[in-house]
């Protein structure tokens, strides 16, 4: 079967240039590649289709193909529409039809006739339900993230929207966030509550019915296991003496055996590590088990070289600084860099080594990828129980990792502590933990939940709808979009 994924706002490259370095080159960019990748395995043709950009601050994305080493049913096809410089993914919403065009011009002239699309993001999802609408292809809808759910974070009001909307521009994304996800064939969400809680949100309502499960499947993302696992690799030395020596330099002698209850996260405030640091920090008996070890990334000593960050991060690692000086825990607190997702293994099994373990508090996670990572490792997991880890974390009854409640320092306490302080139970969870992993959330699943979808719109499955397209994605140039459509539909009290 030949498939295509569908990303303008990608990136992609054989390099895996940037990931991690601008707010564009998120998760969803590891998703559909390491789908893609093990589609491939299977023995499918697949397409990885995203925007070409010709702009000498970009050069891994100027060539109209490319390739990842070892893959060679895996083709990356970068196709122009708009200006050929980098666009943020909020200004790519007007060239959309013409990057449509240029894709099924491509395919025609290939010969190529595709069964169906998957489609990521809003734009991706946009560029399926066009695509459709012209040759009636079928297709598949994940969103990743949706818009509504950003404006809920930015306290989006009616005074503030247009402003808001000015910078993100939410009346494209959420109109094309509905276009999309009423034409696919079949909505892909990683947790049924994502399903329920995201597409079930009032700017969404008459577009898709979250209850109606012949419109969606649940299809966990995984943990890349060629990486993640417990076998020590060429990165484990390295990462080893970096830890040490972090230990050596802030961590008092007579508490340098102790375990690491490691924390790594982006510095964001609904990751919460300051209630982390605070919860352990004000528990004597949590500080008599273990010591706490923050991973920052790029930064070799984090809590030392604050200066060197700015806005939110620099006040976390402030807030931190302080939660520790004002409890006399220096002595008891380290941090140090793990730069890549080898390092970041590695990492995780030096600690698991020592008997620690990780720890995520988030205030939401809506999957929780990192704490499967860290348990693929052998490290036992502690995690917030809002989100997508009330699901990953727990199942008939079962516990392969430790549920608290982010907002309760003696509940993060606690769950830490029980793992900590019994061997039996630690040893218990680090083989459920790895057992969970392997069984259920690797990407090889993914790839088989994604196929199986494909397959289901192929043999007539699934329900897609008809709503009508707005003109200014067919032709920005004579329509546009306007703030009250989407006031109306996000503030549909008022």
């Known amino acids: 079967m030949q498939l295509a994924f569908l990303n303008p706002q ?46 000498s601050a970009w050069p891994e994305f100027a060539g109209g193909e490319d390739r990842y080493p070892d893959a060679p049913n895996v083709r990356i096809l970068r196709l122009p529409a708009g200006p050929p410089q980098f666009l943020p993914k909020e200004q790519l919403w007007p060239h959309l039809a013409e990057w449509v065009d240029r894709l099924l011009a491509f395919y025609d002239d290939e010969g190529s006739v595709l069964a169906a699309y998957t489609t990521h993001y809003g734009d991706g999802g946009l560029a399926g339900a066009l695509i459709q609408a012209r040759r009636g292809t079928p297709f598949t809808f994940t969103g990743h993230s949706l818009g509504a759910q950003k404006m809920d974070k ?57 209850t109606n499960d012949a419109r969606f499947r649940v299809v966990p993302p995984g943990a890349n296991l060629r990486i993640f696992n417990p076998t020590p690799g060429p990165a484990d030395a ?63 000593n984090p809590l030392t070289q604050r200066d060197q960050l700015h806005g939110e991060e620099r006040a976390i690692l402030d807030e931190i600084a302080a939660a520790v000086a004002a409890q006399g825990a220096e002595g008891i607190v380290t941090s140090f860099p793990l730069n890549s997702q080898e390092e970041l293994a590695a990492g995780y099994r030096i600690a698991a080594a020592d008997g620690g373990v990780f720890a995520l508090t988030a205030l939401y996670e809506p999957f929780g990828l990192a704490p499967l990572e860290a348990m693929a490792c052998g490290l036992p997991a502690v995690v ?57 959330y690797t990407w090889e699943r993914t790839a088989a939940g994604y196929l199986a979808a494909v397959e289901t719109l192929l043999a007539g499955g699934g329900a897609p709808g008809d709503m009508p397209i707005p003109a200014a994605f067919t032709d920005p140039e004579q329509a546009t979009l306007d703030v009250a459509t989407l006031s109306a539909l996000y503030f549909p009290e008022t």
């Not at 960019?29 to 023995?43: D, H």
């Not at 064939?185 to 309502?205: D, K, L, M, N, W």
């Not at 003496?241 to 982006?266: G, K, N, W």
């Not at 727990?394 to 516990?399: A, F, K, M, N, P």
Request: aromatic share 6%; charged share 30%; no cysteine.
């Open 384 to 440: 917030t129980r809002n989100g997508g880890p009330s699901e990953s974390m727990v199942e008939d009854g079962r516990e392969f990792g430790v549920l608290v409640d982010p907002t309760d320092p003696i509940d993060i306490a606690r769950g830490l502590r029980r793992l900590l302080a019994d061997e039996a139970v630690w040893d218990e969870f680090r083989r459920a933990g790895m057992e969970r992993v392997e069984s259920r």
């Open 154 to 210: 930015l306290h989006a009001t009616p005074k503030t929207l247009a402003e808001l909307d000015q910078r993100f521009h939410f009346k494209e994304r959420i109109m094309a966030e509905r276009v999309a996800m009423n034409r696919a064939g079949i909505v892909i969400t990683s947790t049924a509550q994502e399903r329920f809680e995201q597409y079930g949100h009032p700017a969404y309502r008459g577009a898709v019915d979250p």
């Open 238 to 300: 390295v990462v080893s003496e970096r830890i040490a020596s972090a230990i050596v330099r802030d961590i008092a002698t007579q508490r340098r055996r102790l375990p690491l209850i490691i924390a790594s996260s982006r510095l964001d405030r609904k990751k919460n590590l300051t209630g982390l640091v605070e919860a352990f920090v004000a528990t004597p008996e949590l500080r008599a088990l273990a010591n706490l070890a923050l991973v920052v990334r790029g930064l070799e």
């Open 10 to 55: 990608g990136n992609f490259d054989a390099a895996d240039s940037y990931w991690t370095e601008h707010p564009d080159f998120g998760g969803q960019l590891v998703y559909v590649k390491e789908v893609a990748l093990a589609l491939g395995q299977m023995g499918h043709r697949v397409d990885i289709v995203t925007r070409q950009i010709v702009d």
